[in-house]
């Protein structure tokens, strides 16, 4: 019997609800048959598909990345504003399609007004730099009384729009990146950038590139050059991160959530050993702005694509088990929620996505849209800690022995309510859990979990593997018991 203890004194941070972020880039079908399709029967006057819309809102995104990504490394915004038929087709070269500038910056602002959702922006460092990042500040944000400013409002945009999270590049780390950079080349273009955009708007959130993954050569060495030089500019740095199973190890990709955190804990004791150097009293804080399952084996390569219309790319359907990973990430994302302040799953339709569409046809929930619109609606404002004793322990080739289960909860003062996310990671063995809750009742427990580890959702089954609520689980003097099936994915809500 394992035994989960949680107590609202025992408290991680305030959630920052920018977790529940997604990430829009122009690379397959994420916007053009994604979110924009102004032939679909559902799409409105601008153009957006409201299928998919009330999908976005059903998955609880808080903050949405565009426009890239590694697009954003070879983007000039001005292709993307204007009067549509006057706007230039080009070849993107990170992904080696034809972009037809049909969905651009206005667009994308109207788009995120009607999804409820707050705008993050990336400005281009690879190919250009510091004039077109401010440029682009000035057309989006400054009132009307300037060439760019005044153009905005020629665009059918009188009011600012007010875009305060920018994002200095992408990945320049990588060397697939276009305008790729060494360290020290990056750090100095975006001090530069940074003390640029400041000029203009000086309350701005700026987030510095941090590696483009833990296994990167230059990982950990990379987040100190740059926040050595950034450190008084930017407020956060990013962190990217892809799970997937390798050679049919199913048990550590079950795990791949202890990567996830190993990689958090590394770039704080990077930043705070910056901090400690510089005497500051200034706390650098996360964003991870781009993480998911993507089964990257598939992909043959941007230089495997060829010269193209915009069509499907890496459209990968989730199984059962990609889906309690994606939820055994997000507890991990909570348990650091003293230090991460932005997350975006990535991406957000069609692409490495929770929602899927037919161009001109149906959209559907994928089976890791459901433990993240689960969390996005019941997580509470405080973050608690959780101990777990007496539980199993799993054995893994890329990570070890690990405890079997995986926990977080929440809590609001408010309503009293406490949800607490847990994750049995077991292949094999169901987990009898225990939690001491004198005085609470059960509200409602759902799980992710089904015999077909292995099951998708389709077109035509879109309902295939979907939360079900568990009963028998019940508080019975002062302790509440559950049983977890293995590989699965739980919320269990008391008051």
């Known amino acids: 019997m394992a035994r989960l203890v949680v107590d609202p004194a025992f408290v ?11 990430f829009v880039e122009h690379m397959g079908r994420c916007v053009y048959t994604g979110i924009y399709e102004p032939e679909h029967p559902t799409a409105d006057a601008d153009g957006f598909r409201q299928d998919v819309l009330e999908l976005v809102r059903e998955l609880g995104v808080t903050a949405v990345r565009y426009p890239g990504g590694n697009f954003v490394s070879n983007y000039d915004w001005e292709d993307g504003v204007g009067p549509k038929d006057q706007r230039p087709r080009r070849l993107d070269l990170a ?5 037809p500038n049909q969905f651009g910056t206005d667009e994308f602002v109207a788009w995120s007004r009607k999804a409820g959702v707050q705008p993050i922006w990336a400005v281009n460092l690879g190919s250009r730099g510091i004039k077109e990042a401010v440029e682009l500040l000035e057309y989006c944000n400054l009132p009307p009384g300037t060439e760019l400013s005044d153009r905005r409002v020629a665009n059918g945009s009188p009011e600012p729009h007010d875009l305060k999270i920018w994002c200095l590049g992408n990945e320049m780390d990588g060397p697939w990146q276009i305008g790729h950079k060494t360290a020290e080349e990056y750090a100095r273009l975006a001090e530069e950038t940074a003390n640029a955009m400041r000029r203009v708007e000086p309350d701005l959130e700026l987030v ?28 956060h740095i990013s ?3 892809y799970y997937e199973p390798h050679d049919g190890d199913q048990a550590s990709f079950l795990a791949a959530s202890e990567e ?7 770039v704080i004791a990077t930043a705070d050993h910056v901090k400690a150097l510089k005497r500051s009293d200034k706390e650098i804080t996360l964003s991870f702005d781009e993480w998911n399952v993507w089964y990257q084996q598939h992909f043959p390569g941007e230089l495997g694509l060829g010269i193209r219309e915009v069509g499907p790319l890496i459209e990968d359907s989730y199984t059962v088990d990609a889906a309690v990973v994606v939820g055994s990430l997000l507890i991990t994302l909570l348990r650091h929620a003293d230090r991460l302040k932005i997350a975006c799953l990535a991406q957000l339709v069609n692409v490495i996505a929770p929602i899927r569409t037919e161009p001109g046809g149906r959209a ?8 993240f619109a689960l969390t996005a609606r019941y997580a509470g404002p405080t973050v608690l800690q959780t101990a777990v004793s007496g539980g199993p322990e799993i054995d893994t080739a890329a990570f070890g022995r690990i405890p079997a289960l995986l926990s977080t909860a929440t809590y609001d003062e408010s309503t009293g309510e406490t949800a607490i996310f847990v994750v049995n990671r077991s292949e094999n063995d169901k987990v009898d859990l225990e939690i001491p809750v004198t005085g609470r009742r059960v509200i409602e427990h759902l799980a992710l979990y089904d015999e077909d580890r292995s099951a998708v959702n389709t077109a035509d089954d879109p309902d295939r593997v979907q939360p079900r609520t568990v009963d028998g689980t019940e508080i019975v ?11 699965s994915w739980h919320l269990i809500r008391l008051s």
Do not use: K
Request: with cysteine; aromatic share 10%; glycine share 8%.
């Open 95 to 99: 992904w080696r399609a034809i972009e």
């Open 477 to 487: 003097d002062g302790v509440c018991t559950a049983t977890l099936p293995p590989a």
């Open 208 to 235: 510095a590139c941090g590696s483009s993954n833990a296994g990167m050569p230059t990982f950990g060495e990379w987040e100190r050059v740059v926040l050595e030089r950034t450190y008084d500019l930017v407020d």
């Open 364 to 371: 559907w929930r994928q089976t890791i849209f459901h433990p």
């Open 239 to 241: 962190l990217h991160a």
């Open 12 to 22: 991680v941070g305030d959630l920052d609800r920018r977790l529940f972020g997604s």
């Open 260 to 266: 996830m955190d190993r990689m958090i804990s590394s």
